[in-house]
T-cell receptor, first 107, second 115 residues
Framework: GENVEQHPSTLSVQEGDSAVIKCTYSDSASNYFPWYKQELGKGPQLIIDIRSNVGEKKDQRIAVTLNKTAKHFSLHITETQPEDSAVYFCAATKLSFGAGTTVTVRA | DVKVTQSSRYLVKRTGEKVFLECVQDMDHENMFWYRQDPGLGLRLIYFSYDVKMKEKGDIPEGYSVSREKKERFSLILESASTNQTSMYLC??????????????FGPGTRLTVL
């Protein structure tokens, strides 16, 4: 089955700086890569996704890049704000998730 | 506002008890999922269902069973709860399955403690 690895497990950034989370996957047939944000006491919520026929997608301060050849994809958050503090999960398809990254934005 | 609801936010059970976790979605989605979330392990798929009365095993089905008698409801059953099943359980639903590029909606989770 699909195996998704996510790094780093924790990330602390100064407010206003950028945050980058990287994921790799194993199954070259995977074609859908969502990213989720989970705030304390809540379920994960989709923040951005990308399909395998697209290399990059941006939504305001959030962007995702995909390298199908290398089988890795990344989440980029620019101009981080305190409300970006949360756990972020990558996934390959809807069934295989990374271990999560706890992002802390320091004011 | 779309919604996935789970019957309990917190649950405490004793070893050997039969435990039912209920999930309801109001979006008429075909597919429903049960995951467990543990620190450092992320979300791991237990079971999913692509239609009423249909189910498929995920990555960690041992010790669990599921039931989907109605489209909107998906139940996770622990036949005989054990301490290693102490975890956060998340239910989700979506219109398409694995590779479909539509949103998967999650419930708030049930934190189960087995003593």
């Amino acid at each position: 089955g699909e195996n998704v690895e996510q790094h780093p497990s924790t990330l602390s950034v100064q407010e206003g700086d950028s945050a980058v989370i990287k994921c790799t996957y194993s199954d070259s047939a995977s074609n859908y890569f969502p990213w989720y944000k989970q705030e304390l006491g809540k379920g994960p919520q989709l923040i951005i996704d990308i399909r395998s026929n697209v290399g990059e997608k941006k939504d305001q301060r959030i962007a995702v890049t995909l390298n199908k050849t290398a089988k890795h994809f990344s989440l980029h958050i620019t101009e981080t704000q305190p409300e970006d503090s949360a756990v972020y999960f990558c996934a390959a398809t809807k069934l295989s998730f990374g271990a999560g990254t706890t992002v802390t934005v320091r004011a | 506002d779309v919604k996935v609801t789970q019957s309990s936010r917190y649950l405490v059970k004793r070893t050997g008890e039969k435990v039912f976790l209920e999930c309801v979605q109001d979006m008429d989605h075909e597919n429903m999922f049960w995951y467990r979330q543990d620190p450092g392990l992320g979300l791991r798929l237990i079971y999913f269902s692509y239609d009423v009365k249909m189910k498929e095993k995920g990555d960690i089905p041992e010790g669990y069973s599921v039931s989907r008698e109605k489209k909107e409801r998906f139940s996770l059953i622990l036949e005989s709860a054990s301490t290693n099943q102490t975890s956060m359980y998340l239910c989700a639903s979506s219109q398409t399955l694995a590779g479909g590029a539509d949103t998967q909606y999650f419930g708030p989770g049930t934190r189960l403690t087995v003593l």
